[in-house]
């Protein structure tokens, strides 16, 4: 396993990072950090923050190193449109904290924030994914960043002149129009945000309004000595406080960033692409972290935006953009932690929840076979091993790793009825049966919500109540020995390897070849062409789940009448 481990991009960035901490703090927890806005469902791409760290995190703990992952809700930005499928009349707290916001209609949680962070904290749960959470409402409005605000401030003009290397430098760079990056954007610090310039000078501050609670001020003045403030807002109130004692506002995204690495000692920190720009948080960052606040920036590596396949047909709270807590309707834990674990942060890649979902679970059960008979290689072997577990222990896995096709197939065909599913996964393989649905989950109930999510009801599969008489009426004599040949065979075979070489063999005989022939262009279309008179007889359709699994779910007495037997 040692070889494994140095050979994985987790393992390299744990070291970079226990490195820099015996250079930087030698003897204190480590730091990683992670920073998500409760503005909306926290969808996919976004989920991509959370899981570089955790698996950075997670391998520094598995090492015997104390680590502390932070989780930074930025619940104190303003609340900044009215997403879809929310009343319009929400527009009137455009503007305010998000935990001034009331949770949409409905909802169970005092605040717009306290709902969009829920989903996300027990899918967290379910993925292993331990972490701090900081709530930036909270440590603003209690005064925790008072001297870090103070220091800003009276630091201002640096602030000023170092943004200001950036604003006539920036290049305009690739529009983002893919609408998973745009949400992304929408939902970090990345987002389009004054950086607290004014008609009367910088201020890195910004208060939102006693009056309406808006975020709509501009800062007019401000007295270092006394830390008097005075601002105005749009709404039309003025006011002066001290920002001594003044705890509702915040310092603007470019400054609060790299506030925030200096206070908590973050040593490792990822962010967007959308960082990566001259200009962005991420570069004024690093240097005003340096020269404002007197400490590093994180090891910050940029990471790839996460796209989806195939989400047409399952709704979301935002118009489609899928959260963790949507994949985990359909796939298990660590299968949707190995999607992030397997590919360093740079490379981009999709999550599928179209029939893809099928192959990537071929691909799992593949390198879990692979894992367990020592044919893995290293990187494999330790990408496996981050999903399946965490320093803390394995995650769960479903006991009987039934193929995820084949339980989709079944739950299909059967409408969910546990009965039939039950029936049928005996006869999967009768030597060693299936005695209870409870050792095919969690991924039994995956592939259930798979097929009632994703499936369309053209899609789905119905096996004919009565055969089809006008069919079986045209069909030539190559074509009607085939299907006896079939249904003599259903008995002896009844098994899903054994109607898996029934199926296959049929054409073979018919064209006088062994069983154990390799297949030719001639076979090939023989087997298709007899694989098509099966789905039309069974289903009506030209193509259906896999024959094998079909017929173990239609039952033998069945099948043989549907395909003109008695």
């Avoid at 430098?169 to 950086?195: C, F, I, Q, R, Y």
């Amino acid at each position: 396993m040692a070889q494994a481990i140095e050979s994985d991009w987790v393992a390299r960035f744990a070291d970079e990072v226990i490195a820099e901490a015996d250079r930087r703090a030698p003897g204190k927890p480590i730091v990683c950090a992670s920073g998500l806005s409760p503005s909306g469902p926290v969808h996919l791409g976004n989920q991509r923050e959370l899981m570089t760290p955790h698996l950075v995190a997670d391998e520094i703990r598995r090492r015997g190193r104390e680590v502390r992952h932070l989780l930074s809700w930025d619940d104190f930005d303003r609340f900044r449109k009215v997403p879809a499928g929310i009343d319009p009349s929400w527009a009137e707290h455009i503007g305010k904290p998000l935990t001034a916001v009331p949770a949409p209609a409905g909802s169970e949680y005092p605040n717009w924030a306290e709902h969009f962070k829920a989903p996300l904290m027990a899918a967290m749960t379910r993925l292993g994914i331990e972490v701090t959470p900081i709530s930036q409402t909270a440590m603003y409005t209690s005064g925790a960043y008072r001297a870090q605000i103070l220091h800003a401030m009276s630091q201002r003009a640096k602030i000023d002149e170092v943004l200001g290397r950036y604003r006539t430098k920036k290049k305009p760079g690739k529009a983002v129009t893919n609408p998973d990056e745009l949400a992304a954007v929408e939902g970090s610090g990345a987002a389009s945000e004054e950086d607290g310039g004014t008609a009367s000078g910088y201020y890195p501050y910004k208060p939102y309004c006693a009056d309406c609670g808006k975020d709509t001020t501009t800062v007019t003045a401000y007295d270092d000595a006394t830390t008097a403030l005075t601002y105005t807002c749009a709404c039309g109130h003025t006011e002066t406080v001290l920002l001594n004692e003044f705890n509702y506002g915040k310092l603007v995204w470019k400054v609060d960033w790299p506030m925030r690495w200096a206070y908590e000692g973050v040593l490792f920190e990822p962010s967007g692409v959308d960082h990566s720009s001259p200009g962005s948080s991420f570069v004024v960052g690093s240097q005003l972290v340096r020269e404002v606040f007197g400490a590093e920036p994180p090891i910050g590596p940029m990471y790839a935006f996460v796209g989806i396949k195939g989400m047409a047909k399952m709704s979301s709270s935002r118009g489609g953009v899928p959260t963790a807590a949507d994949a985990l309707e359909i796939m298990e834990p660590p299968l949707l932690r190995w999607l992030y674990a397997r590919r360093r942060p740079n490379q981009s890649f999709d999550i599928a929840f179209d029939q893809e979902v099928q192959r990537l679970y071929d691909e799992w059960d593949g390198l879990t076979a692979r894992v367990e008979n020592g044919t893995a290689t290293s990187g494999d072997v330790a990408a496996y091993g981050r999903s399946a577990s965490t320093a803390a222990g394995p995650l769960p896995l479903t006991p009987r790793a039934v193929p995820y096709r084949t339980l989709a197939s079944i739950v299909d065909i059967t409408t969910g009825n546990d009965d039939q599913t039950l029936r049928i996964l005996r006869d999967l393989d009768p030597a060693d049966p299936v005695k209870d649905l409870d050792e095919t989950r969690p991924r039994l109930d995956c592939a259930s919500n798979w097929v009632r999510t994703q499936l369309t009801p053209d899609e789905r599969t119905r096996v004919r109540e009565e055969p089809d008489a006008v069919l079986l009426g045209g069909i030539d004599d190559d074509q009607r020995q085939a299907l006896r040949m079939l249904r003599d065979g259903l008995d002896d075979n009844w098994s899903l390897a054994g109607l898996t070489t029934l199926v296959y063999g049929v054409p073979k005989q018919l064209l006088g070849l062994p069983s154990d022939v390799k297949p030719t262009p001639e076979l090939k279309v023989a087997q298709r062409s007899f694989f098509a008179l099966l789905y039309r007889l069974l289903i009506g359709k030209e193509t259906g789940p896999r024959l094998p699994t079909l017929l173990l779910a239609t039952g033998a007495d069945r099948v043989r009448a549907l395909l003109g037997g008695s």
